[in-house]
């Protein structure tokens, strides 16, 4: 019961505060200490009592000498019986119970809930970056950056607290008792104290730029090999694990000299303090030793200095690592923010509302689009000036070479851009308008390029409808033609048929296997929106032939926007629109645009060869 009380004094999946965190670092910090800042605070309080009460024991050490020396044996316990009860509740009580709650609180309350915190947070707001975010950088360093973000900022959070009340408390008790002695004791902790803040303040900028450099190495590094990996089918087909090694090691050479660099600052920076150590305690026992011998000070103030200064010593070691450590976690936060502190680059408005989709009617009007908004202004844009309209129920097919901008312009009426002019309307609502999670909600989408998620078969299809039974799944999955093969599937852990594990991207699965699992998602889905991005890209002329049905089911009563390259898988469409470098150059049904003689006519004889009749 303990554990859990203090266990539950953060919540590790709270919402947090709205918008991108800060981009400064002590402000990023401030974003989430100061949701946690009642627990932060108790760490600070018990803190100072945890350095009070071990400078006390030091206290006591070098009054028990002097209480020895100067009472006689059979009457120590008499004579000093209070002293030593108090001495026993600070050693036995006080001391373990400050110890117990700096570590509930540490451990209990923050290490595991503060890192997950922090982990959540960047999660959820990198989930609603755009479709380029993620297209400009790898997934690998971007889950690193979150993944590392948490624990280091937790830890050089904590450090920085436990080392600000170890050298208040430590020198500053150090210089009060060394006063009561004898003000002269005072002298070689002062000239310490000088000399280790110069070290400090000619290392720790040094250190904290090689940290940044070598945390930023690490994800280079981090990025090339899990690209390698991700894409090790290419690797392979291509015999190309020479090239990869070397593309690898490159990284990894920089990351060693990088390290190389910020190992010689702190091993400059770990001479330096070792060689005023050895001063401190030189000059110090040397002096409380005079005075001891002139009669200025007791035999209790040479062993409280010297018991003392060791343990500043060791202090000032331990402080110089906590240093080391907390620019190195800083240099892992900055890095995490190069990817977390980012805005949103699509982002619903403050009045948008969930779209109702009552008919489906589709418009595109003047819509214009370049990669790279402002930025790329003077660049040729994809889209330019299309206007199009889709009636309620209507099925067109978008034709075109490669790079007209046919899977351009369905990523845009699904917002997955924003666009550059004009707008897209459904049934009369303006994307823009609307909450994006409404607008994908009312659309279904197969795509060219299939992926699922490395999950059961069964959690995949239920990102079409979260709480489908499994008799729709299955329902869904024979219209799809896919109950044959899910049935025989068995993973590496022996789990069989919808429990069965698809592997990352669904690479256990072949490409038509995934495409069936894809249409089968969307049938569950049942969007009254329909796109068809290459749909039966993936399938063989046979499986193509034999989900045709399920297909012309699954269009029924839907507005419908096709997008293929093999024309036969659109011929029957209601209408065909052509489009050729971002524009519209050809709109009629297959036979009229053949009879037509333009660019549609000129694609469908390539693809037939002149062999194939046209009706």
């Known amino acids: 019961m303990l554990f859990r009380r203090f266990e539950r004094l953060i919540d590790p999946f709270r919402e947090g505060p709205a918008g991108m965190p800060p981009a400064g670092i002590i402000g990023f910090y401030l974003h989430y200490l100061r949701q946690v800042w009642p627990v932060m605070l108790g760490l600070l309080v018990i803190g100072f009592f945890v350095a009070l009460i071990e400078v006390a024991l030091f206290e006591f050490l ?11 044996a059979s009457e120590f316990f008499a004579e000093h019986r209070n002293a030593l009860i108090w001495m026993a509740v600070v050693t036995l009580l006080l001391r373990p119970l400050a110890f117990a709650l700096h570590d509930l ?22 989930l609603r970056q755009s479709l380029a975010f993620f297209q400009n950088d790898f997934a690998g360093r971007i889950a690193q950056r979150v993944m590392q973000t948490g624990p280091s900022l937790r830890d050089s959070a904590v450090q920085v607290v436990d080392a600000l009340w170890h050298v208040i408390v430590y020198a500053g008790s150090a210089m009060v008792l060394f006063a009561g002695a004898d003000l002269r004791l005072m002298l070689p902790l002062m000239l310490w104290i000088l000399g ?19 945390s930023a190495g690490r994800s280079r590094v981090t990025g090339r090999v899990v690209d390698g990996y991700t894409n090790i089918m290419t690797l392979k087909l291509f015999a190309h694990t020479r090239e990869e090694e070397g593309y690898a090691r490159g990284a990894m050479q920089d990351l060693v000299e990088r390290f190389r660099r910020q190992s010689r600052v702190i091993s400059g920076m770990d001479i330096s303090i070792t060689c005023l150590n050895g001063l401190l305690i030189a000059s110090t026992v040397g002096l409380a030793l005079w005075l001891w011998s002139i009669g200025q000070i007791s035999t209790g103030a040479i062993a409280l200095a010297t018991g003392l200064v060791i343990r500043i010593i060791g202090m000032s070691e331990w402080i110089m690592w906590v240093v080391s450590g907390i620019f190195d976690n800083v240099g892992t936060v900055q890095d995490g923010m190069r990817s977390i502190v980012q805005p949103l680059d699509v982002t619903d408005r403050p009045d948008a509302r969930p779209l109702e989709v009552r008919h489906g009617e589709v418009r595109f009007e003047q819509v214009r689009f370049r990669y790279g908004g402002e930025a790329a202004q003077g660049q040729p844009a994809v889209i330019d000036g299309l206007e199009l309209r889709v009636t ?19 990523n845009l009426m699904l917002r997955l851009y924003d666009l550059s002019g004009g707008r897209i ?10 909450t994006q999670e409404s607008l994908r909600a009312q659309i279904g989408v197969v795509t060219q390029d299939t992926s699922l998620l490395h999950r059961s078969i069964r959690d995949n299809l239920r990102y079409g409808r979260p709480y489908a039974s499994d008799a729709d799944i299955l329902e869904a999955l024979r219209k799809a033609r896919a109950d044959g093969f899910v049935a025989t ?3 590496a852990d022996g789990r069989t048929g919808l429990d069965a594990q698809v592997g990352e991207r669904g690479v256990k699965l072949s490409g038509g296997q995934r495409q069936r699992i894809a249409i089968a998602r969307v049938l569950l889905k049942n969007a009254p929106i329909l796109i068809l991005d290459e749909a039966t890209s993936a399938l063989d002329s046979e499986i193509e032939a034999a989900i045709q049905e399920s297909l012309e089911t699954l269009m029924e009563g839907k507005t419908v926007i096709a997008i293929a390259h093999r024309l036969s898988t659109i011929a029957r469409m209601d209408r065909l629109v052509v489009m050729d470098r971002g524009r519209i150059v050809e709109t009629g049904t297959h036979a009229q645009l053949v009879a037509l003689g333009g660019l549609y006519a000129r694609l469908w004889q390539h693809q037939t060869g002149g062999f194939v009749g046209v009706d």
């Open 105 to 126: 609180l540490l451990h209990q309350a923050l290490t595991p809930n503060l890192t997950s915190l922090i982990r959540w947070q960047n999660h959820r707001h990198l």
């Open 392 to 410: 309620p129920g209507e099925k067109i097919g978008l034709v075109g070479p490669s790079g007209a901008g046919k899977s351009t312009l369905v």
């Open 196 to 214: 280790y803040l110069l070290a400090l303040w000619l290392f720790v900028p040094r250190v904290r730029r090689r940290s940044a450099e070598a």
């Open 489 to 491: 599937l068995r993973d």
């Open 425 to 434: 309307l459904l049934d009369g609502q303006d994307v823009a308008g609307v």
């Open 62 to 72: 070098g009054r028990l000498i002097d209480l020895a020396q100067t009472t006689p």
